[in-house]
């Protein structure tokens, strides 16, 4: 992992944030808020399809889900997508009623994801999925790796929250002592459909062919002990 992590590091752009909530207590403790966002690359993209019909039979309705459903699968059979990188929700069927009609209508929909780390299917993907009356979609890259660099981000996170501990433990005239306890963490990477891409175009290059980054953001509050200056 840690071989990975060099090979990785002069493609990382860190921008990290300190937002300090410091609350000198009797206890004689402080509670330093803060957080980190860390450029990883991505390796994946990650799709969400939605599958939905409509129509005044019910039973019409799920026929013509079950059809796109198959649609989809073999997609993803010609795609060679593993059934491990396949997730999905249940199909549901709910009546609507259109202001402008007099009967109901039956509205499927399911949810499939799907991943794949080659990106040279990602536009054919696309164009498969439409010739085959699938228009509801959309994509995003992610980072298969991004555990390896959530470690380095609380590092990160833990040493800004010790610095500025620091500080305000020297301007209240007390000495830093051990962290007692992390309050609350939350990791998670950039819902952003959008992704960074930290070179230059050259001239004949597809844009998806260029690396690309992600963000991986930790926000820790934690706690450290103050102690008495002797």
């Not at 071989?3 to 921008?15: G, N, T, V």
């Not at 609350?23 to 980190?36: C, G, K, P, R």
């Not at 597809?206 to 706690?223: A, D, G, K």
Request: charge should be negative.
């Amino acid at each position: 992992m840690f071989a990975k992590l060099i090979s990785y590091i002069i493609f990382i752009a860190l921008i990290f944030t300190c937002s300090v909530s410091a609350q000198v207590a009797e206890t004689s403790s402080i509670l330093i808020s803060t957080s980190s966002v860390t450029q990883i690359p991505a390796d994946e993209i990650y799709f969400t399809v939605v599958l939905s019909t409509e129509d005044a039979d019910p039973q019409k309705a799920f026929e013509d889900h079950k059809t796109l459903e198959k649609n989809l699968l073999n997609i993803f059979s010609e795609f060679e997508f593993a059934d491990s990188n396949i997730s999905y929700s249940l199909l549901n069927i709910n009546n609507t009623h259109p202001k402008l009609k007099d009967k109901p209508l039956y509205r499927t929909r399911q949810v499939v994801n799907v991943k794949f780390n080659d990106f040279n299917k990602y536009e054919p993907f696309q164009l498969a999925l439409l010739s085959k009356g699938i228009y509801n979609f959309r994509a995003k890259f992610i980072s298969g790796g991004a555990d390896e660099w959530l470690e380095k981000g609380i590092q990160e996170a833990v040493l800004n929250a010790t610095r500025e501990a620091e500080m305000t433990a020297k301007s209240s005239g007390k000495k830093l002592g051990k962290i007692v306890g992390i309050e609350s963490s939350h990791y998670y990477p950039s819902e952003s459909n959008m992704s960074t891409a930290l070179t230059t175009l050259r001239p004949g290059e597809s844009l998806i062919e260029l690396p690309h980054y992600v963000q991986m953001r930790v926000s820790l509050r934690v706690r450290f002990e103050l102690l008495d200056e002797e």
